[in-house]
C-alpha cells in the first residue's frame, strides 16, 4: 500500500524517530546519500526547476561532509548523469554552496524515463567504483527517487533494485509526483513498501521535503557478519543499525520450525553506550524497545539475541551515554548449536 503524506502517518507507519535530526532540524547522520531526479519528458521544464528546488531543500537541511552525510546526485531521462558526487572531489573543496551551484547547473534531459538505468547507475558508483564508504564505517547507504512518469526505456528495476539491496546493502525510498506514476511501479523501485510516498505535484513536495529528510535520516545502516564496525556516538544521540535475518535462517539450513542466533560482541574503547533492539522498529530506542543485556568475555563486551525463523530483520541501536563514546562492534550469525555460521558471500 502507498501511503498518505500526512506527517503523523509517515512518523508513526515508518518507525522513524524525529530523534533521526538534530535539534536544530538538521540531518548529522552518517550516510551515503543518493537523490536520483526523474528528469524525463514526462516532466514540463518549468516543473523541473521545482524538482532541482526540493532537492536544494534537502541538502540545506543536511550536515555534509566525510565524517556525516556524502551527497550524490543522478540525474537521468533516457540517458543518465552524475552531476554532483562528493566522493569524488577533495574534502577541503566539500560545502553546501558548492552543492547548491552544481544542482542549480543541473540540465534537463527529456526524452524517454530510464529508472532502471539510473539505478544501475547509483550501483556502478557506490558498489563497483566504491564511492560510497566502506562497511565497517557503518554509513547507511540510502536511495532517494523522485519520478513522475512510468519507466519506458533501458534496463529492468528490479534487477538493479535487488543488487542494490543484496549486494550492496542499500535502501531505496521511491517518491512519486503526480498521476503519471503508479503506486505499482513506486512499490517496484522501493526496497520496503514503509518507502514509498505519493505527492499530487511538485508544490506538495515541497511542503513536505522535512519529512522526506527525516526519514532518509532515520533509516538504520545494514551490517554484515564478520566486518567490524568502527564508529562514535556523542551523549543521549543514537547510530542505528540493521542486519538481514532471512540469510541467517536461509545459510543456517534450519528447517522452518527453528530460529537461529545473532551475537554482537562490542569493543567500548571511550565513554559507554547502551543497546537497544527490535525486530519491528527501525530505531529503537529508550522506553519503546528493548534494551540489551551486555555480558563480559575477555576484557570485551557481547550480547546474544535469539532469531525467530519468520524474522526478517533485526534493528538495534547504540546510544552514548557519556561525553564523548567511541566503540567498534562486530555481529555473528549463530546456529541452533551455538555453530558459527559463515557469511554470504
Known amino acids: 500500500m502507498v501511503l498518505s503524506v500526512q506527517p503523523a502517518a509517515i ?30 519528458g514526462s516532466i514540463p521544464q518549468p516543473v523541473f526547476q521545482q524538482a532541482k528546488e526540493a532537492m536544494k531543500e534537502i541538502i540545506q537541511r543536511l550536515d555534509v561532509g566525510p565524517k556525516k552525510v556524502m551527497v550524490t546526485v543522478v540525474n537521468y531521462g533516457s540517458t543518465v548523469e552524475v552531476p554532483v558526487e562528493l566522493a569524488s572531489i577533495p574534502i577541503t573543496e566539500i560545502t553546501v554552496s558548492r552543492i547548491l551551484t552544481q544542482i542549480d547547473n543541473i540540465k534537463y534531459i527529456g526524452s524517454g524515463t530510464a529508472t532502471g538505468d539510473a539505478l544501475w547507475k547509483v550501483y556502478e558508483r557506490c558498489v563497483t567504483l566504491k564511492k560510497c564508504r566502506d562497511l565497517h564505517f557503518g554509513a547507511s547507504r540510502t536511495i532517494l527517487v523522485f519520478t513522475d512518469g512510468q519507466s519506458n526505456t533501458g534496463r529492468p528495476i528490479l534487477a538493479a533494485k535487488t543488487d542494490l539491496f543484496v549486494k550492496g546493502k542499500a535502501e531505496i525510498f521511491a517518491v512519486g509526483i503526480g498521476n503519471g506514476i503508479q503506486d505499482a511501479e513506486l512499490l517496484t523501485i ?11 505535484d511538485y508544490v506538495q513536495l515541497l511542503q513536505e521535503i522535512n519529512f522526506i529528510t527525516l526519514e532518509a535520516c532515520g533509516i538504520p545502516a545494514f551490517v554484515v557478519p564478520n566486518v567490524r564496525v568502527s564508529s562514535e556516538v556523542e551523549a543521549n544521540d543514537y547510530r542505528f543499525y540493521q542486519l538481514d535475518t532471512k540469510e541467517l535462517i536461509t545459510r543456517a539450513g534450519n528447517s522452518n520450525t527453528l530460529g537461529g542466533y545473532v551475537e554482537i560482541t562490542a569493543n567500548i574503547k571511550k565513554g559507554d553506550i547502551a543497546v537497544f533492539t527490535s525486530s519491528s522498529d527501525p530505531n529503537p530506542k529508550a522506553g519503546t524497545s528493548r534494551r540489551a543485556s551486555w555480558e563480559t568475555r575477555a576484557g570485551g563486551h557481547y550480547y546474544l539475541e535469539y532469531i525467530e525463523h519468520d524474522s526478517s530483520r533485526l534493528y538495534f541501536s547504540f546510544l552514548g551515554a557519556d561525553l564523548q563514546n567511541e566503540y567498534d562492534f562486530e555481529v555473528r550469525w549463530l546456529d541452533m548449536n551455538g555453530n558459527i555460521v559463515a557469511q554470504i558471500g
Open 11 to 40: 512518523n508513526n507507519d515508518t518507525g522513524i524517530s524525529f530523534q533521526s535530526l538534530r535539534q536544530d532540524g538538521r540531518c548529522d547522520r552518517l550516510i551515503d546519500l543518493y537523490l536520483v531526479l526523474d528528469s524525463s
Open 190 to 200: 522501493a526496497t520496503n513498501e514503509k518507502y514509498v510516498r505519493h505527492f499530487k
